[in-house]
């Protein structure tokens, strides 16, 4: 499904995208339309397109087909709801158990716990001596068994509810290296008064780039390629 929304700044649009549909920020992948930013005479403008295969609340005569899926600075990751790690449902307890028989699979031995509850989110945490293989080269394999966990929980019948798979604190060191990664990004172009294109990422990780370097005033950022995996690219305003 495809929705445009409006804001006066991009964290507006996505704020309102997130609360009218009503689903989570990682659960749809942002693409920036037009941004028109505050100047004497004129206010600030951004139009955002938002592509997800989540359920959404909007009514469906606004709804669209589309091909793809799925803040301020604090960090995404930085969960209230804590509490007992130990499988409180049948539910939570069929997801533990498929979650270590896919890691069985692949050869490896690891327990799984809940790490988080929070409304419409569940955080699973893997801990396992072959973490770093579980979780893979710019945490792809962690990525994919993610999105494994969330079909079945939607054959459970619990689509309302997005899974996080974390382990080694992963997903939180990850963030951090991106906001790194988007500062240094955008000196470099600022002292080139060009381009830089960053590693292909994923809907989230491309999500917090853009985030980081909104209210930078001579530095843009757009997506581009095809596909789930696109690539950043951050550019001195004026650059062509």
């Known amino acids: ?106 050869g490896y031995s690891g327990k799984v716990s809940v790490l988080f509850r929070e409304n419409h989110k569940l955080g699973l945490k893997i801990e396992s001596e072959h973490s770093s293989i579980l979780i893979g080269k710019k945490g792809k394999n962690l990525d994919a068994l993610q999105l494994l966990i969330n079909i079945y929980a939607g054959r459970l019948g619990r689509e309302d509810i997005r899974i996080i798979l974390d382990s080694e604190n992963y997903r939180i060191r990850r963030e951090e290296s991106l906001v790194r990664l988007a500062y240094s990004a955008a000196e470099k172009v600022r002292e080139s008064r060009g381009s830089m294109l960053l590693e292909p990422m994923n809907p989230f990780d491309r999500w917090l780039i853009h985030t980081t370097l909104n209210d930078i005033s001579d530095v843009q950022t757009k997506s581009e390629g095809e596909g789930l995996y696109k690539q950043v690219r951050v550019f001195y305003r004026g650059y062509k």
């Open 1 to 106: 499904m495809i929705f445009e929304f409006e804001g006066r700044t991009e964290k507006e649009a996505i704020d309102r995208a997130a609360e009218e549909l009503g689903l989570e920020k990682d659960d749809f992948d942002v693409e920036i339309l037009e941004t028109q930013r505050q100047g004497l005479f004129k206010k600030g403008f951004v139009k955002i397109r938002v592509h997800t295969d989540k359920q959404a609340d909007r009514p469906s005569g606004e709804q669209e087909e589309a091909k793809g899926f799925g803040a301020g600075r604090e960090s995404s990751f930085a969960h209230t709801g804590f509490g007992e790690p130990v499988p409180q449902n049948e539910f939570e307890q069929k997801l533990v158990e498929f979650t270590e028989e896919l890691i069985r699979r692949m």
